[in-house]
């Protein structure tokens, strides 16, 4: 999917929410559980149920891999199932060098047909430049985490004027284009979406975090919105969990439209 | 797996040697490439071929998720086929955060028994955390790797005195023990070995990179050998597609066998 494609939708449907399917047995509604195809079930369901208020699904790949080869035929028919003008997300934070960053991408690229695939930098350009050399399919590069751990390196100033995620998004910016290439950026430090936007414009930035992690929509959009939109707001939890009755894609429905709203009213 | 019991091994067999299976049925011998099972028949002989003469297997996760999960199988089938007392190396180069690491942590030590998986640090401790609280399992985390992408960040000190992979190592090596912990230091730059023992005297280093990358053996051993041997050199290549004919998995050996020579006299 090109950026224009995107932002396209994004206008269409007055939404830049992706929604995460993070879809795991122990929290799926209990009436589903015994179903011999439980997590299929739950994905259909919650993609029937919130299509049309999302612009993205982005399956986290750990919840299928655990499943061992069995989770990866889930995840094969989820993709199938999500309908084709909606951006899909492999959020598998994959990242090796040579053939075996190669492999990675034809995985999520070729062997399953995503338009995009989440992408850890610590080893550099050559872990990152196979993702940037399919047609229509993006790297999202892992910036600035959601979680505490970002500290450890990724807000780490050594004695340098620039913490590790600037270097990051300076350096890899050049690798590929705002055509190919996404940022992470956390939700949960939005002060520094300022920052990103001053080394990185007219990128996309996937933002996690909102909602259940604590982010605030507004304050992401203030300084994050650009003139492609530039920005998809990830939410997991905060709606495919959010009812535990046999009701829950309703429930899933309410808290994307929730959301949806205040995403056109910032529009 | 116990660092004792990985050592007794290690003198056991006068060797520190750890073989790759980066299997990838385009480099395979041809006269395989046409089984219905190949890459697994290309392990098998290969295992056979090798195993009194290696103390670790290391599968290449990439080679086989890009199979779908057909590949998961076989890597399921390749693990069980290693003998018990071989160290196993899931080189997977996961790490998320929460759950999502979890996940990936009990994707291989619970629903794959490897006793190892490589982890990339980039999102801090809570990303590499879930995989120390498995009994008998390590985390191998990426420090310094072979590739030239490993200058982009890894060498970056910005003006800080220190490189990146030197305050990784620093602060890393207190989030786990040397029970639990390894770390990836590449044969590509051997002067720096002496270094990172500075910092871990004690911590198994799993050093790729040497024959095909070009690192040198007995470079590395001089710098990196401590009390528990504290090294596995991992070869994949050069070793399992040393040679193309119906004696592939002979060939192997001498390939094997040439390196183990090497070590028994290194130890």
Redesign the interface.
């Known amino acids: 999917m090109t950026r224009d494609e995107l932002y396209k939708q994004i206008k269409a449907k007055g939404s830049f929410l992706c929604i995460g399917l ?1 879809s ?1 047995i122990a929290k799926i509604p209990s009436h589903l559980q015994g179903h011999s195809d439980a997590i299929f079930e739950f994905n259909k369901a919650i993609i029937d149920a919130t299509h049309d208020l999302c612009v993205a699904y982005k399956p ?1 790949i ?2 299928y ?6 989770g ?2 889930i995840l ?1 028919r989820t993709l199938d199932y999500i309908p084709d003008d909606i951006f899909t997300i492999a ?1 598998a ?9 190669r ?2 991408a ?2 999520f690229f070729n ?2 047909d995503f338009d995009s695939v989440t992408v ?9 430049e196979p993702f940037l050399s399919h047609e229509g399919k993006w790297a999202i590069i ?1 910036a600035l ?10 807000l ?7 913490p ?1 995620y600037q ?2 998004l300076r ?1 890899s910016s050049t690798w590929g284009s705002a055509e190919n290439t996404m940022y992470v950026i956390g939700a949960t430090r939005p002060e520094m979406i300022k920052e990103v936007r001053a080394i990185i414009p007219n990128h996309f930035l996937l933002v996690p975090g909102v909602g259940a992690q604590g982010g605030s929509l507004e304050e992401i959009a203030a300084h994050g919105i650009n003139e492609h939109c530039g920005l998809l707001i990830n939410s997991s939890r905060g709606i495919i969990y959010a009812g535990k009755g046999e009701d829950f894609a309703n429930v899933a429905r309410e808290e994307a439209m929730k959301l949806k709203v205040k995403m056109e009213a910032l529009l």
Chains 1, 2 share one sequence.
């Open positions: 993070d795991d986290n750990a919840f891999e655990r499943m061992g080869s069995h990866w035929d094969q959020d934070k994959r990242g090796d060098i040579g053939n075996s960053s492999y990675y034809e995985t062997t399953y850890s930098p610590y080893m550099g350009h050559d872990s990152v892992l985490t959601s979680n505490t751990g970002a500290a450890d390196f990724q780490d100033h050594g004695s340098s004027n620039e590790l270097q990051l350096k």
